[in-house]
T-cell receptor
């Protein structure tokens, strides 16, 4: 069964520090994708970063990087140089490829990050 | 390029009334998803479509919920009759499997309150 686990319901980080948000996943499909989304208090869901199961290198997007450890089935999000605007809920998600060409996504429960001035 | 459009943004209705939520996906996207978000249950996938065809509706909570996608640019999620426990934010999202990542683009959501 597909599963995404985010064990940190809430986290604090000091401004300008780096922070790691944890995500583990479980799938038997060899082809899958991992995503991180940000949901600020305004409510919209913003795509941050993607990692494919066959990608050899960890994904990076500006201050965001994804620490992909395939054997451990973890896909942690690292935010460097935290800013006050990074305060938000962060969701880890997985897309699993279907044998019939259909795809399904599941989301974790989220981690609420608060950046302190 | 316009993003995913949802209407209405806010809906307040009385228990027992019919509610229809609308979504216009990004042009060219072949997948459309409906999610429900609550504090208690988080983000739940209700149903998704591929090329206007419903693929998986196992997340639809009850027969009171129905979704349609009559064409590539429009989808509706209907609740009839509505109940207070249906109060939530409903998101529509679309994705394009012609891209490498298939990331989902979310609409702004519809905040539904059933009194």
């Amino acid at each position: 069964a597909q599963k995404i686990t985010q064990t940190q319901p809430g986290m604090f980080v000091q401004e300008k520090e780096a922070v790691t948000l944890d995500c583990t996943y479980d799938t038997s499909d060899p082809s899958y994708g991992l995503f991180w989304y940000k949901q600020p208090s305004s409510g919209e869901m913003i795509f941050l970063i993607y990692q494919g199961s066959y990608d050899q290198q960890n994904a990076t997007e500006g201050r965001y990087s994804l620490n992909f450890q395939k054997a451990r089935k973890s896909a942690n999000l690292v935010i460097s140089a935290s800013q006050l605007g990074d305060s938000a809920m962060y969701f880890c998600a997985m897309r699993e490829g279907g044998t019939s060409g259909t795809y399904k996504y599941i989301f974790g429960t989220g981690t609420r990050l608060k950046v302190l001035a | 390029d316009a993003g995913v459009i949802q209407s209405p943004r806010h809906e307040v209705t009385e228990m027992g009334q019919e509610v229809t939520l609308r979504c216009k996906p990004i042009s060219g996207h072949d997948y459309l998803f409906w999610y429900r978000q609550t504090m208690m249950r988080g983000l739940e996938l209700l149903i998704y479509f591929n090329n206007n065809v419903p693929i998986d509706d196992s997340g639809m909570p009850e027969d009171r919920f129905s979704a349609k996608m009559p064409n590539a640019s429009f989808s509706t999620l209907k609740i009839q009759p509505s109940e207070p426990r249906d109060s939530a934010v409903y998101f529509c999202a679309s994705s394009d499997t012609g891209t490498w990542t298939y990331e989902q683009y979310f609409g702004p959501g519809t905040r539904l309150t059933v009194t």
